[in-house]
Structures are given as structure tokens and as C-alpha cells.
């Protein structure tokens, strides 16, 4: 698994990716049933929309990963 991991985070630096909603939301997710395949689809669903909504700019496996180790991302 931890080959994915390093393969999507390169994938980030090199490989321009879809800024278009539905497009980021299908890489978010599945970057993040990578990162923690037993997560609920409706829990990653909903945090695809959130990442969407506040970081929708950056790359979706990034977000996926670093939401996946330091938690929300968000402003609050």
C-alpha cells in the first residue's frame, strides 16, 4: 500500500489532474479508499465534498493524504 501512497503523492508533482467537481472528487476518493480502505462511503463522500469546497485547487490525492494524517484541513 505504501507504494500507492508514493506513487500518487508523485503523480501530484508531475501529472496535471482535473479541476472540474466531479473529476477531483473521483481522484479524492480514490486516493483516499488508498490511504484507509476501511472508511464508510458516505463518511468519504461527504469529506470529498468538504476538500472540494476549501481546497479544491490543489491536487486531490494530497489533500486525500494529508487529510488522512493531520485531520481536517479546514479554516475553521
Do not use: K, N
Not at 15 to 39: E, I, Q
Not at 42 to 48: G, I, K, L, P, S
Not at 66 to 75: A, I, Y
Request: aromatic fraction near 6%.
Amino acid at each position: 500500500m505504501q507504494d500507492s501512497i508514493e506513487a500518487d503523492l508523485l503523480a501530484a508533482h508531475l501529472v496535471p489532474f482535473a479541476r472540474g467537481c466531479p473529476a477531483w472528487t473521483d481522484a479524492y476518493v480514490t486516493a483516499m479508499s488508498r490511504v484507509d480502505p476501511g472508511a464508510a462511503p458516505e463518511r468519504v463522500e461527504r469529506a470529498a465534498l468538504d476538500a472540494w469546497r476549501t481546497h479544491g485547487w490543489a491536487h486531490p490525492a494530497v489533500v486525500a493524504h494529508l487529510q488522512h494524517t493531520l485531520g481536517s484541513l479546514d479554516d475553521d
